[in-house]
């Protein structure tokens, strides 16, 4: 065996079996991902069986404002839509705009956190004065004022929740930097010779992961919360169908007043079960990735 | 003459000022000089500043005046020459769990040095001859592993393997068996010393320990509060101490010789940023208070200041002590 194949062998993979075996000893966790696996398969497969004839509010034939029936299993909307295939029509926007206004959101704080963290002269302080500006500023109102200036859509509801809810990547990232720059290991690189680059990128950054993949399973379920807030305050697409904008306009077509509850009630729904899908999930991951909460519940 | 692997002349470092208190100067005036394939022990308390020192040695601390010197050459602080420098000087650090990157295997914290210098032409050499030269055999068996699934003794040389991964000259070794068990301390040690004789590298070893400094030093330098009181080869620095400290620490020792009485150092513990006037030992010195009237006025040891040692590796001995005379060759 020479030493690059010993590299690749046993440990790693052990702590991931490790990893996935105290996973499965979480009931919790694995209804999580299974409610997560469940919508997402269905967001994907979602064009096989819903297309324009079921989403174009001329094309539709349904009566409008029907109850539950077997032929409409949780009823229509006004213009006489299956408000199941809408519920599942939007969730394929409402967990994109989730997971792509996470993934700004954890690059943007994870790299604000980590300078910060590193560079302790100016450099930092700077960058954390942003972001406790940032902090200061009320993240509803900013989001409001940023997608209208941006102008209605997917793209200026992205970029107003991951402009609004990077700051807790960044503080949390640069409170660990500065706990893992503080252990011995990093003396040791720099005495190797590592750079700032080098010794952020390889010894802090494999040390804060962990902490980010936990944390951004919650974001996804408050940036989730937050497409539906903005969409449901008009701010989003109005042509596109999600749970947000169903909402709307459920709202706004009187939905209340008429006593359709299946208008109402379905996108609520879907919007909690998926917050809470990515909850559990954050939850039992933090749980197995943290040695001290192990035997706690 | 030959010219010294390592050297500090004049070195002060001082931290600046906190919570009202005055600057702590960790170290005040140093000289010393570690000759090629020579190992020095840097014998002190906790908080005298031989830490500090060994960080200076190898640059992770920059010296508010003075100079550290690689083989006669002073050390230039900008990043690219600091990089090189490290190629040379390599430092072993007190606790080897966190020593190493939890998230590292074997083979990754020992290629990390040559990685950093771009000598990854033959790597996996490097690492296993490394691994083989600090008595990980076989090498192997040991690259896939990860710090947490080794002993205390294997990680320290583990570490010991990076450092020696980019073929250095000089070592420099923070209390590098302090936090392993007694029977691994002196297989670490011994490795040391291996090093030395196969390789020619040259160490300086901070320890608070004696009985270390006895084991694998050429030469001992004691250390009080930021200066060198007492250096010499072993013999004459552990058999025959000069200075009221050393002799004070060689008294407490259980086997130490049985005309000594143990001395207990009474008095505050030093206060790098309170440091007396005169000479820096002489709240806590036996010998200063024993005396009385002239004598005691004569001595003056808490008016007079001390000059610096010179750091003179050909003296059989160097004592920083007004009631003790200086040199001897």
């Known amino acids: 065996m020479t030493v690059e194949e010993g590299r690749l062998s046993p440990p790693r993979l052990n702590a991931a079996r490790r990893f996935v075996r105290s996973y499965l000893e979480r009931p919790a966790g694995l209804a999580g991902l299974g409610v997560l696996a469940a919508f997402g398969l269905l967001a994907l497969c979602a064009p096989l069986f819903i297309g324009d004839a079921q989403l174009n509010v001329i094309k539709v034939t349904g009566p409008q404002l029907a109850g539950p029936s077997g032929s409409y299993l949780l009823g229509t909307d006004q213009a006489g839509r299956s408000i199941i295939d809408l519920v ?56 409001i004022s940023l997608a209208a200036v941006l102008g209605r859509g997917a793209a200026s509801i992205t970029i107003a929740i991951a402009v609004t809810s990077w700051t807790a990547t960044a503080r949390l990232v640069r409170a660990q930097t500065l706990a893992v720059e503080a252990r011995p290991f990093v003396d040791r690189a720099r005495a ?71 208008y ?34 | 003459m030959n010219v010294p692997a390592l050297e500090v002349r004049d070195l002060k470092i001082t931290y600046p000022a906190r919570r009202g208190r005055g600057p702590a100067r960790a170290v005040d005036g140093v000289n010393l000089r570690v000759e090629q394939g020579e190992i020095v022990a840097l014998i002190g308390e906790s908080g005298c500043g031989k830490s500090t020192l060994a960080r200076a040695l190898v640059g992770l601390v920059k010296p508010t005046s003075g100079q550290v010197l690689y083989q006669g050459t002073p050390l230039n602080y900008s990043a690219k020459a600091l990089k090189k420098y490290r190629r040379h000087t390599q430092l072993v650090l007190q606790d080897p769990g966190g020593a190493l990157n939890p998230r590292q295997n074997v083979f990754d914290a020992v290629a990390e040095g040559p990685r950093l210098h771009g000598l990854t032409d033959r790597l996996n050499e490097t690492v296993r001859t490394s691994l083989t030269r600090a008595g990980l055999r076989p090498p192997e068996e040991f690259t896939a592993r990860f710090p947490h699934e080794m002993s205390g003794g294997q990680q320290q040389r583990v570490v010991i393997a990076g ?99 143990p001395t207990l150092l009474a008095g505050e513990p030093p206060d790098p940023t309170a440091i007396p006037s005169g000479c820096r030992f002489h709240p806590r010195c036996g010998n200063w208070a024993a005396l009385s009237g002239p004598d005691r006025e004569a001595a003056g040891c808490d008016r007079r200041d001390l000059p610096i040692l010179s750091g003179d590796p050909s003296a059989l001995t160097l004592t920083a002590c007004h009631l003790v005379p200086g040199e001897h060759v």
């Open chain 1, 88 to 143: 599942i029509w939007g969730s394929r926007e409402s967990l994109s705009i989730g997971i792509i206004a996470t993934v700004l959101t954890v690059l943007l704080g994870t790299t604000v956190g980590l300078l910060a963290g590193h560079y302790e002269g100016w450099v930092g302080k700077g960058l954390m004065h942003v972001t406790d500006w940032f902090i200061a500023l009320p993240s509803l109102p900013l989001a």
């Open chain 1, 192 to 262: 190797l010779g590592a750079g700032n680059t080098q010794i952020m990128l390889r010894h802090v950054l494999p040390n804060v992961t962990p902490l980010v993949l936990v944390s951004s399973t919650l974001t996804v379920a408050s940036a989730i919360l937050s497409e539906a807030t903005l969409t449901f305050l008009g701010l989003g697409d109005p042509t596109s169908v999600t749970w947000g904008s169903m909402l709307q306009s459920a709202f706004s077509d009187g939905a209340v007043t008429a006593g359709a509850w299946w």
């Open chain 1, 264 to 297: 109402l009630l379905p996108p609520g729904i879907a919007i909690l079960i998926v917050v809470l899908g990515f909850t559990l999930t954050g939850r039992a991951v933090e749980h197995v990735l943290n040695p001290r909460m192990v035997g706690r519940s």
């Open chain 2, 163 to 261: 450092a020696l991964a980019l073929d250095p000259s000089v070592i420099v070794a923070d209390e590098p068996v302090a936090s392993l068990d007694a029977s691994v301390r002196g297989e670490i040690l011994k490795l040391i010393l291996s090093l030395r004789d196969d390789l020619g590298l040259s160490a300086l070893v901070v320890s608070h320990d004696l009985g270390l400094a006895w084991n694998i030093a050429d030469r001992v330098a004691v250390m009080y509060l930021g200066r060198i009181v007492e250096m010499g080869t072993v013999e004459e620095v552990l058999l025959r101490p000069r200075h009221p400290y050393t002799r004070a620490l060689l008294s407490v020792l259980p086997d130490s010789a049985k005309d000594w009485r």
